[in-house]
């Protein structure tokens, strides 16, 4: 097999271009000095190259028209230049200038590929290295580094993001620019995103309708993938985690290649956790996971365009900490046998662009499958679905020039749910939901300094649902059918008052339409039973946002402030009654809904001390609804703080890095009715990370202690909280990275 993968990836390295557009050039430093190394790439494009011993690079078969090259170096400040690409040969220098401060990032959510501070819209950026030295094995937990995000968990394997209060269906989830539909409707259910193969997130908070149409109300995380090979390189790596709290361990291996026209690459990955020790070292129940990854992808580039293809599959059997586990589970355990989310995800898509002229048109199709099994203590499941799920995007930009980019499109989405086996469960019934988004976005800059965008879209929604059980019966669910149509816009401007300082204002309007859970729910769910609302409305939601971002050589801050009304919120609140059994009831209702709060931060650098960093953040977040009754799931404020050492050489250890930080959670004295208070808590952390060379072969090591001092702690968004279990206690991770190269 390994023979059969080498000579795949060998044969496509040697075919030949012919006629081939060249962009050659030169990267240097301040002192003119050439520069070893610099990563040269089109993020449109999946391409790039590195600078050899001179600081030249070539890149060849690059299409012609108006696109994006980036330069990056560690320790330099990122370059991101729009060229213009009209002939055979083009010759582009840079000159790189040293970065004291973290540099920006290229980002590519939002549609414009631009930098952070270039962006209109403010677009968090999350790296892989920040997310491998977490330390947690629970890698959504690395996302709440960033100010305003949070996180719904129920133990280590499942959980949910909050994005300034918001979570569930309000918050849209994206693989590589695909948005993900794997029954994301409840609290219960986990992302359905690894961290494997994936080379940083995006995340924007707040309204992003205009783009991406129903679910995007609260904000975007977009799971951007790995970089393709240098041109001419097979290269791949091996990484390995252990977890002490979950006896846990991750393991990834990949291997990727480009030639001149022609990208590929794989990536096998698999976890498996034992249940997690709360602070104190007791054990919970069923908390264990086990998830196995794999994939892959290939493409072309040439002179008309990019063409990619990507497959994922997902598997994931997740433990679930519900009462009836309690005294069937007497001793911590790996191995899922009972109560257990059982799911498998499968997505393939394809990603185009075509450079014609002037125009660049985006064409983009994905098909995803997701079966969800729920086993219990029967023989067969006790519920089991399938979703399938075909989503499709056609994307025109219009001839622009260096102050505007106009864009025209659609997005579309045709899904189906089916009850599968006849099961003993049928929680939902089938349907399906049909969905045609049409927009327009424009995006102008005055003078240099003001860069304004807005634009408008349109949205027709069906959904039709079957009817389910025997008319009569207490578990019966009548056929609905629903049609939704919805206008949505944003206007925005982002000042950049001098080269340090920026200024970003926005409003926008999102929808979200009432999802088949909350429409027809008629049935036991995890520890409740749930009954929908088919008269049920849209959500829509009206925020408004203003942040300011200052730059400096040896400090950065960032302040942020939003408020967002939402016309019709939907949520699940218990009500009075009991089933025949005893089990509570709730239902799906709605009302009037504010949010609002802010997020500050800061990153300061002294200069007599150029290997330290401190820095720190702060966010709070309020949800009331009309009748001033606290809404559900509304993190406490909090505050970050670390101090980091960095040096570029210490000893035998390349680029040394540690880093001492702490969480501090303020009591959430503001419960929704059916919520109680919790109290407040301090995290302190440690992690450490070095490259070292050994015989040729560099190895990436990392360290890392959560919780040093094993805290007992309810986070206020557990839901494991109400059954009076303790997030995760003491975690010691020990991370290893091998990366090779074959040519």
Do not use: C
């Not at 002179?303 to 679930?320: A, H, P, R, S, V």
């Not at 260096?402 to 929680?427: C, H, P, T, V, W």
């Amino acid at each position: 097999m390994k023979k059969i993968i080498l000579i795949f990836f060998v044969l496509f390295l040697f075919i030949k271009v012919n006629a081939q557009t060249q962009i050659k050039g030169k990267v240097t430093g301040i002192n003119n000095e050439p520069l070893i190394g610099v990563s040269v790439s089109f993020p449109e494009l999946n391409k790039g190259t590195v600078t050899n011993q001179t600081g030249e690079y070539l890149i060849s078969n690059i299409p012609n028209g108006k696109i994006k090259i980036q330069f990056s170096y560690l320790g330099y400040n990122t370059v991101i230049k729009p060229i213009e690409i009209s002939q055979t040969e083009n010759i582009i220098d840079i000159l790189l200038t040293i970065a004291i401060i973290e540099s920006q990032e290229v980002i590519i959510t939002g549609r414009y590929a631009s930098s952070q501070h270039e962006n209109a819209v403010e677009v968090s950026v999350l790296k892989i290295k920040d997310i491998a030295l977490s330390g947690t094995p629970n890698f959504m937990e690395a996302l709440t580094k960033i100010p305003g995000v949070d996180m719904i968990s129920k133990g280590q394997g499942v959980s949910k993001p909050v994005i300034r209060g918001l979570s569930m269906n309000d918050i849209l989830i994206m693989n590589n620019g695909v948005r993900i539909e794997n029954y994301q409707y409840s609290e219960n259910h986990p992302l359905g995103i690894d961290d494997n193969g994936v080379e940083r997130v995006e995340i924007i908070k707040g309204p992003a309708s205009l783009l991406y149409g129903s679910d995007a109300i609260g904000g975007v995380i977009n799971f951007i993938k790995e970089k393709s090979a240098p041109v001419g390189e097979i290269i791949g790596d091996y990484r390995m985690q252990l977890h002490s709290n979950t006896l846990g361990m991750n393991n990834s291996i990949g291997l990727k290649g480009t030639s001149e026209k022609f990208f590929g690459g794989f990536r096998l990955g698999n976890k498996t956790h034992a249940d997690y020790l709360q602070g104190g070292g007791d054990y919970v129940p069923n908390s264990r996971f086990n998830e196995m990854t794999f994939s892959a992808n290939t493409g072309y580039t040439g002179e008309i365009g990019t063409f990619k293809l990507y497959y994922d599959y997902f598997k994931q059997d997740l433990g679930m900490t519900v009462p009836p586990i309690k005294p069937l589970i007497t001793e911590q355990g790996r191995k899922n046998e009972i109560w257990y989310q059982d799911l498998e995800h499968q997505l393939i898509s394809s990603q185009n662009i075509f450079f014609l002229g002037k125009f660049k048109w985006d064409i983009n199709a994905a098909y995803q499958n997701a079966l969800r099994k729920l086993q219990t203590t029967l023989d067969v499941p006790f519920v089991e679905m399938n979703l399938n799920t075909l989503t499709y995007e056609s994307k025109l930009y219009l001839p622009s020039n260096d102050k505007s980019e106009y864009i025209i499109g659609l997005q579309g989405m045709s899904q189906n749910n089916r009850n599968l086996n006849n099961r003993a469960s049928q929680f939902l019934p089938d349907a399906n939901i049909n969905n045609i988004g049409f927009l327009g976005l424009a995006q102008y800059t005055f003078y240099k300094r003001l860069k304004l965008h807005g634009g408008l879209r349109f949205d027709i929604y069906k959904t039709e649902i079957f009817a389910l059980g025997t008319e009569g019966t207490s578990d019966y669910h009548a056929p609905v059918d629903k049609d939704f149509s919805n206008l949505n816009g944003s206007i925005g401007a982002k000042y950049s008052v001098n080269e340090k300082i920026t200024i970003r204002s926005n409003f926008a309007k999102g929808y979200r339409v009432p999802n088949l859970a909350e429409l027809t729910s008629n049935g036991i769910h995890g520890n409740r039973y749930e009954i929908g609302n088919e008269n049920l409305s849209p959500e829509n939601s009206f925020e408004t946002d203003l942040s300011t971002h200052y730059h400096g050589e040896f400090l950065s801050f960032d302040l942020a402030g939003f408020y967002n009304h939402i016309d019709d919120y939907i949520f699940i609140s218990q009500t009075m009654n009991t089933t025949a059994t005893g089990i509570n009831i709730y239902q799906y209702a709605q009302t009037n809904a504010t949010l609002y709060g802010g997020e500050a931060g800061i990153h300061f650098h002294p200069k007599s001390l150029p290997w330290l960093h401190i820095e720190g953040a702060y966010s709070s977040v309020i949800g009331k609804q009309k009748n001033d009754d606290f809404l559900p799931f509304i993190p406490a404020n909090k505050v970050r703080y670390e101090i980091r050492a960095e040096r570029k050489k210490l000893g035998f250890f390349n680029k040394p890095h540690i880093q001492i930080s702490a969480l501090t959670a303020f009591s959430q004295d503001n419960p929704s009715p059916h919520e109680t208070a919790t109290d407040g808590y301090t995290l302190v952390n440690l992690s450490m990370y070095a490259e070292v060379l050994i015989s040729k072969q560099t190895l990436v090591l990392g360290l890392s202690a959560n919780n040093l001092f094993d805290t007992q702690y309810f986070d206020h968004l557990s839901t494991l909280k109400p059954l009076n279990y303790y997030n995760q206690g003491r975690n010691i991770s020990f991370s290893l990275k091998i990366p090779f190269r074959i040519k």
